[in-house]
């Protein structure tokens, strides 16, 4: 089924809010650990400092999220053929043991 152009641009809308987003997400729960530890007062930090934060959450997510997103790449393009491969004659095995011992080959009735 073809993705249409529309729905190309609410997926790339949708990412791009998560990549902004999400380090937002990942400050306000590192800040609230911090109050509820006791450990930091909100009147303590400037806005600057809350910048900080958020960029340097961001600079993690942006790096962890390029980390999968090229393991992800990796694995199917190098480790899935394999894999797949292994099943298909596991299941080419499977069929022809059973056809050896009832005497006739199974169909698949989907």
Do not use: C, H
């Not at 199917?76 to 292994?86: G, K, S, V, Y």
């Amino acid at each position: 089924m073809p993705v249409s152009p529309s729905q190309k641009r609410l997926a790339i809308l949708v990412i791009g809010l998560v990549i902004l987003f999400a380090p937002a997400l990942f400050v306000v729960a590192t800040l609230e650990f911090l109050i509820l530890s006791g450990d930091l007062a909100l009147s303590e930090i400037s806005l600057i400092e809350f910048l900080e934060l958020y960029l340097i959450d961001l600079l993690l997510f942006v790096v962890l999220g390029y980390g999968v997103y090229r393991l992800t790449l990796w694995l199917i393009r190098d480790q899935l053929p394999e894999a797949l491969d292994t099943v298909d004659e596991t299941e080419t095995a499977d069929a022809t043991d059973e056809a050896e011992t009832t005497g006739t080959v199974s169909e698949d009735r989907s």
